[in-house]
């Protein structure tokens, strides 16, 4: 991705992943997995929320493909939480991006009474 313009499905994802992540307890849990694979009792001691809250958010989490589930193959009722490092990466990348200042340009008015003075005088906007 570069300085181009982004796409309307590269903005929806941005904005699907910024709404998630705006949830306070939701950036704790994906801090707390950042730290490596935890299960739902190792989450909820270290947040001190209520199992059906850590459910919640989780998945929220996991439907916008943040966070990985996996159950524990000789006992399915244990849980296990990882990163998808592949959405986690493009999410980065494309928060960067968006947010880069150096994609900030400066650009003369055109429309308004500022664009017809700037028209009629010849006049260019300084950016300094």
């Known amino acids: 991705m570069d300085n181009a313009e982004f796409s309307k499905e590269q903005v929806t994802d941005l904005a699907r992943w910024l709404k998630v992540l705006a949830e306070p307890n939701r950036l704790l849990l994906l801090e707390q997995i950042i730290e490596g694979v935890q299960c739902n009792c190792e989450l909820g001691n270290a947040l001190q929320l209520a199992p059906n809250l850590i459910s919640h958010h989780l998945s929220v989490l996991r439907e916008v ?8 193959p000789k006992d399915a009722r244990w849980v296990y939480y990882s990163i998808n490092l592949k959405a986690f990466e493009d999410f980065r ?3 960067n991006t968006f947010f880069d200042p150096d994609r900030i ?24």
């Open 93 to 95: 990348q494309t928060f």
């Open 105 to 128: 340009q400066s650009r003369r008015i055109m429309c308004g009474p500022q664009a017809f003075e700037n028209l009629r005088f010849g006049i260019e906007k300084r950016t300094d």
């Open 65 to 72: 493909g943040l966070v990985n589930v996996e159950r524990d």
